[in-house]
């Protein structure tokens, strides 16, 4: 059953198979803890953004109608995405690196809708509404970018993965779930990252999925902008985090020019990167972008491009250079002399012309596999795909005659024609047969009692992608993650604390009432000795309201807590120093 959500124009034309991953944004679901959390790094941000951002990135928190002291409503923020072409939906986390392309490719943003933990202010493994809403969002506004986003998210979902790719896929969600979750045991995290560090180290040749994903890391995620001695910073990883966005800008973290080098580069989601890649301008993306599309099988075709899909064990489609398109899962090629001479599929099968299923060849008539030679008749020049009428008839390809067509690589089709399908080009682009023999040497590859034989028409195989060519040839709503993010318990003590967050919330936004400030404060001090950001809140308050011996309570409280616990001393200051440069201002 699919989710139930606020939809729009551009969500209503996205496939059902990636609908499947929308959940709602229950916004209730944000506690006032949620709300300071995103405010404290939203007010940090902008504050150091402004300075070491990119020019876009304060623009488009305008133009994305992102504010600093509240989560986004995301329907709220659809309205405003229409007008730049954009639209969001909300998701549970990681999905597939494939699906999450293919959002990009129908210009939709995928945020992951959850929100950190005050534990992790920082940074977390875990997509989170953040990264996502404050990280990738405002970028978008800037057209040259945006449709860098655009391509790339057309390009990467035709990426062939690894069978490996997708387990390291499930590894990293389950990682980025326990380190994000509220107590999860050290032994289970550990193994989480043993797990992710084995398979990082054992994924054998790169597929083009783990390329490409190296590619949208360096750019979309880790990006930097400008000179290399000088950059700015476009990257959502870094827009999103208070630390890293820092970090990145000091000679600890190398500086190299962008290049389609990136490709090889690999990364670990779980600490600070070592180094970062600078490009000159946004239209540079594009350009390393089609660089590395040139080396895909979506481009390159042949022989390799079907190994490739065989490799991933999954759904894939092969274009033929007559444009018949072939989807299903492919599982074994007769190859001669470095070219595919035979290809075939096992299980439901399709096929296409310009990504429409032919009528009368989907699944259910391919439903065992399906089989064909590719190339030309032994001894002659001309491919069938290239004859006319009348070389055709001499050729005995003509309808209702018993042919035996010998191909290169010994491959013989004997059998009677029923019927041929054109392109709009008027090439032959399939021949059906009865009565059919089709053999490789001595081995049979089918036999009349099967029933009708289709053979596809191409002298050679130009592409290969991942996917189908018709998303609507195959069920494709199967995701089932196998991990759930997990929500925060609630103990009594942390709705006491959640009370308190509230009660500043309604004060600084003139809700006041009944309610006193000194009274939250104390409470806070007395039940909930640990806690940081309320105090900075509060002070903040103070600060508005010229009240100088208050503030030097809570500010005593809070040198005491970073005596404590020094681990969030920077954080307390980080907090403090926006405040008073904001008042000196």
């Not at 902008?225 to 208070?242: H, Q, R, T």
């Amino acid at each position: 059953m699919e989710a139930q959500f606020e939809s729009n124009p551009l969500i209503d034309r996205l496939p059902r198979h990636l609908k499947q991953f929308i959940k709602p944004q229950d916004y209730n679901d944000y506690s006032p803890i949620n709300q300071a959390v995103w405010r404290y790094v939203m007010r940090k941000n902008v504050d150091y953004l402004s300075k070491v951002a990119h020019e876009s990135y304060l623009d488009g928190l305008k133009k994305t109608g992102l504010k600093v002291d509240s989560i986004p409503d995301m329907y709220g923020m659809n309205r405003i995405l229409k007008d730049i072409g954009w639209a969001a939906v909300a998701v549970d986390g990681f999905i597939p690196p494939n699906a999450f392309m293919e959002f990009q490719a129908y210009n939709v943003l995928v945020i992951a809708s959850d929100i950190r933990q005050l534990e992790h202010i920082e940074y977390t493994p875990a997509p989170d509404i953040i990264h996502e809403g404050a990280g990738h969002a405002p970028i978008i506004a800037n057209p040259e970018y945006a449709e860098y986003l655009r391509r790339f998210g057309e390009i990467g979902c035709k990426a062939i993965s690894s069978g490996r790719d997708y387990e390291l896929y499930e590894a990293v969600r389950l990682l980025s779930i326990v380190k994000e979750a509220e107590g999860t045991p050290k032994e289970e995290i550990e193994a989480a990252e043993k797990q992710v560090d084995f398979l990082q180290k054992n994924m054998g040749v790169p597929s083009e999925m783990a390329q490409i994903r190296n590619l949208h890391w360096w750019t979309v995620e880790y990006g930097l902008i400008g000179e290399v001695e000088n950059p700015k910073i476009y990257g959502a990883g870094l827009l999103s985090s208070i630390g890293e966005s820092a970090w990145c800008m000091t000679d600890h973290v190398k500086k190299i020019p962008y290049s389609i080098d990136a490709v090889n580069q690999s990364f670990d989601i779980t600490k600070p990167q070592p180094q970062l890649y600078v490009t000159p301008d946004f239209a540079y993306l594009n350009q390393v972008l089609e660089e590395f599309a040139n080396t895909m099988a979506l481009r390159t075709g042949g022989l390799s491009s079907l190994k490739k899909l065989i490799q991933s064990k999954a759904i894939g489609t092969i274009e033929l250079s007559t444009g018949l398109q072939i989807s299903g899962l492919f599982t074994n090629v007769i190859e001669e002399e470095g070219k595919p001479i035979y290809i075939q599929t096992t299980g439901k099968t399709a096929l296409s012309y310009r990504e429409k299923e032919l009528v009368g060849h989907g699944t259910n008539t391919h439903a065992d596999g399906f089989g064909s030679p590719i190339g030309k008749l032994k001894g002659i020049n001309l491919a069938i795909e290239d004859m006319s009428p009348r070389d055709l008839r001499a050729y005995n390809i003509y309808e209702t005659e018993a042919v035996t067509l010998e191909f290169e690589g010994n491959i013989t089709v004997s059998g009677e024609i029923i019927t041929g399908s054109r392109n709009l080009q008027g090439e032959i682009i399939l021949i059906s047969f009865k009565n059919c023999t089709v053999t490789h040497n001595d081995t049979v590859l089918f036999q009349p009692e099967w029933g009708i034989y289709d053979m596809a028409v191409g002298k050679k195989v130009i592409s290969a992608f991942s996917g189908p060519a018709d998303v609507h040839s195959f069920n494709m709503i199967s995701h089932v993650p196998s991990s759930h993010t997990i929500k925060a318990t609630k103990s009594e003590e942390r709705f006491e604390l959640e009370n308190l967050y509230q009660q500043v919330r309604h004060i600084r936004e003139g809700n006041d009432g009944n309610l006193s400030l000194k009274n939250a404060f104390h409470d806070l001090k007395t039940n909930h000795p640990k806690d940081w950001l309320l105090s900075v809140e509060i002070v903040e308050i103070l600060v508005s309201k010229n009240d100088p011996e208050f503030i030097e309570e809570v500010l005593i409280h809070l040198e005491k807590l970073k005596a404590n616990r020094p681990e969030i001393a920077h954080l307390i200051s980080g907090g403090l120093e926006v405040i008073f440069e904001k008042e000196e201002v």
